[in-house]
C-alpha cells in the first residue's frame, strides 16, 4: 500500500507555525516512504474562510520547501481539493444521507434557542455540557416529513450508549480510552446544508486514498467519532498518529500573546526558510547521531515516525534565532547581499512616508530608521522618566500600556495600525485617568503620568530608544506587535 498523507489547514487568517510543523512531519514521512503528500483546504467556516488566506498558505509552503504531490493549485487525481467545492458537487450529502437510512444518524430539530436552554440547565445541574439526544428516537418518516416541511434540522451521528472507545496511538504509551455515554451526537450536516470538519475529513481522507493521518494531539477528543464514522461508513480507517502541540516555555499551547505565531511573520522578518524548517522538526525529532544541524534532505534520509517526541515541544524563539544566525553566516556573499536588500526594501516603501521631510542624503534614512530594522534598541532609564515622575510610576505605565496592547494583539479581530493603536491606548488614558481622580499627591502624581503627553514620550523612548521619532502610532504600527510588546518589556526592567 503506497503510503498518502496530507494537511488540512484552514483558511481563517495568516498561515499558522504550527500547520509547517505538521506539514514538515507529514511531509518528510511521504518522501521517506516514497509516497504522496497532499495540501487540502478545510474552509466549510464560510464565515472566516477566505481567498486571501488559502494563497498565503499555498505561498508559505512553497516559500519552505515543503512541495506537495496534490492540491488545489497543483490539481491532482483526488479534485477537488477544496471542500466547498466538494460541497457543491454534493459528496457530504450524499454520505449523511446514507447513515440516516442506515439508521446511524438522524434529523435533530433543536433551534438554537433550545439548545441553549438545554446548555444552561445543564451548567446548573454541574452536568457535562453535551446534546441530550431528545430527537434520537423520532421515527424516521416523522423526521423526514418534518424536513419536507421545511422545518430547519441538522443531521447528527448515533453514538453509543454503552462500551468505551479504544485506540492505540502508536507514538502514545497509553491507549486512547473513553466510555461513549461521554462523547456527543456530533452534528455531521449543518441546517444550511454544510458538513462540520469531522464528515468533510473522514470522507475527504477516504475518497483521497489517505492511509496515515498525523496532526496534533487536539484532535485526540475527536478521534471516537472519527473511527466510528469511518466503520460505519463503510471506510477502512487510515491510521491516526497524534504529536506533540507545540508549547510556550510554560506549557501552555503556543499562541500569539506569548509567541509570533504566523509564517508571514518569520518571512517578513527575515527568517531563512532553512533554518526555521530545521528548527521545527528539532521540536519533534531527533538525529540518530545526535546532530542539531542538518538540512531538509538529510532528515528525510533517516526520518521516523516513531522518532517522534510527543512530550509538548517548546518552541523556544532564542534558539530559532541561534539556528538562523549560523544559516545566515554561512551565505555566499550573493546572497547575503540579496538578504540585505530584501531587509531593506522589504519595508522602505512603507518606512519612508515617515521620514521623506527628516532627511537631506540617502544616508540619512539608514540611522534615522535603524530602530525600525533593529532586533532590539537599549534606551537610558533616565530618559524614561518624565521629570516630577519616579521609577515606579513609569515603570507602572509601561505595564499597564503592554498589557493592554497584548491583550489587544491577541484579539481575532486586532488591525495593527495608527489609527486602532490611537484608539487603544486613548481608551486606555482615559480609564486609568478616571481612577485617579482625587487631590492626594499620590493621585496627582498618577494623574500626571496619564496625561497623553507624559505617555507619548516614555513610549518613544522605550520603543525607539529616542526622544525624537515619527508620529507615536505610525511608529508602534510599523514596529509589529511582537517588537512593541518586547520592547516595552525590556524598558520595564530598566527600571528595576
Known amino acids: ?119 444552561a440547565r445543564q451548567r446548573a445541574a454541574n452536568q457535562p455540557i453535551m446534546y441530550d439526544r431528545r430527537h434520537r428516537g423520532i421515527e424516521l418518516s416523522e423526521a423526514k416529513a418534518r424536513a419536507a416541511a421545511g422545518e430547519p434540522y441538522v443531521i447528527r451521528m448515533k ?44 470522507v475527504d481522507d477516504h475518497l483521497m486514498g ?95 515516525l516513531d522518532r517522534i517526541n510527543v512530550a509538548g515541544p517548546v518552541f523556544d524563539l532564542q534558539k530559532l534565532r541561534h539556528l538562523q544566525g549560523q544559516y545566515f553566516r554561512e551565505l555566499e556573499p550573493e546572497k547575503m547581499l540579496s538578504e540585505v536588500h530584501r531587509a531593506v526594501d522589504a519595508r522602505f516603501s512603507a518606512l519612508l512616508p515617515l521620514f521623506k521631510e527628516r532627511m537631506t542624503f540617502g544616508g540619512d534614512f539608514i540611522w534615522q530608521a535603524e530602530p525600525f530594522y533593529a532586533d532590539s534598541v537599549s534606551p537610558h532609564a533616565e530618559d524614561l522618566v518624565p521629570k516630577g515622575l519616579d521609577r515606579q510610576h513609569a515603570r507602572l505605565l509601561l505595564e499597564q500600556v503592554q498589557l493592554t496592547l497584548k491583550n489587544y494583539a491577541a484579539l481575532e479581530q486586532a488591525v495593527w495600525d495608527a489609527p486602532h493603536l490611537d484608539g487603544v491606548v486613548r481608551t486606555l488614558i482615559e480609564e486609568r485617568s478616571a481612577i485617579v481622580e482625587g487631590d492626594s499627591p499620590e493621585k496627582q502624581a498618577l494623574a500626571k503620568l496619564w496625561q497623553p503627553k507624559t505617555l507619548f514620550m516614555v513610549l518613544r523612548v522605550a520603543l525607539t530608544g529616542k526622544r525624537e521619532s515619527p508620529p507615536l502610532f505610525d511608529t508602534i504600527a510599523q514596529l509589529g506587535s511582537g517588537k512593541t510588546i518586547e520592547r516595552l518589556g525590556v524598558a520595564q526592567q530598566k527600571l528595576r
Not at 493549485?73 to 449523511?96: F, M, N, W
Not at 502508536?170 to 461521554?182: E, G, I, S, T, Y
Not at 528548527?279 to 538529510?298: I, M, N, V
Request: proline share 7%; net charge neutral; hydrophobic share 35%.
Open 1 to 119: 500500500m503506497s503510503v498518502r498523507v496530507r494537511i488540512a489547514p484552514s483558511p481563517t487568517g495568516d498561515p499558522h507555525v504550527g500547520t509547517a510543523y505538521i506539514g514538515l512531519i507529514n511531509y518528510c514521512f511521504a518522501k521517506r516512504n516514497g509516497g504522496a503528500f497532499v495540501l487540502r483546504i478545510e474552509d466549510t467556516d464560510q464565515t472566516r474562510c477566505t481567498p486571501e488566506s488559502a494563497q498565503a498558505i499555498f505561498d508559505s509552503m512553497k516559500w519552505l520547501g515543503l512541495r506537495y504531490d496534490e492540491g488545489p493549485d497543483v490539481g491532482g487525481p483526488h479534485g477537488p481539493y477544496v471542500q466547498s467545492e466538494r460541497v457543491k458537487l454534493g459528496i457530504y450529502r450524499t454520505y449523511a444521507d446514507r447513515l440516516v437510512e442506515q439508521g446511524d444518524a438522524y434529523y435533530c430539530f433543536c433551534t438554537p434557542a433550545e439548545l441553549e436552554a438545554m446548555k
Open 159 to 202: 453514538a453509543p450508549l454503552e462500551g468505551e472507545f479504544v485506540y492505540k496511538d502508536r507514538l502514545r504509551k497509553q491507549a486512547v480510552a473513553k466510555p461513549w455515554k461521554d462523547i456527543d451526537d456530533q452534528v455531521l450536516l449543518k441546517s444550511d446544508g454544510w458538513p462540520t470538519y469531522h464528515l468533510a475529513a473522514v
Open 210 to 304: 489517505i492511509t496515515h493521518v498525523i496532526r496534533a494531539e487536539e484532535w485526540l477528543n475527536s478521534l471516537p467519532k472519527h473511527i466510528w464514522l469511518n466503520e460505519h461508513l463503510g471506510f477502512t480507517p487510515p491510521e491516526y498518529v497524534h504529536v506533540g502541540l507545540l508549547r510556550n516555555a510554560d506549557k501552555s499551547k503556543i499562541s500569539k500573546r506569548k509567541n509570533p505565531t504566523s509564517l508571514l511573520w518569520y518571512r517578513r522578518q527575515g527568517f531563512l526558510p532553512e533554518a526555521l524548517l530545521n528548527f521545527l522538526a528539532l521540536l519533534g525529532h531527533s538525529f540518530p547521531d545526535g546532530r542539531e544541524k542538518f538540512t531538509l534532505a538529510e532528515l528525510q534520509a533517516v526520518f521516523e
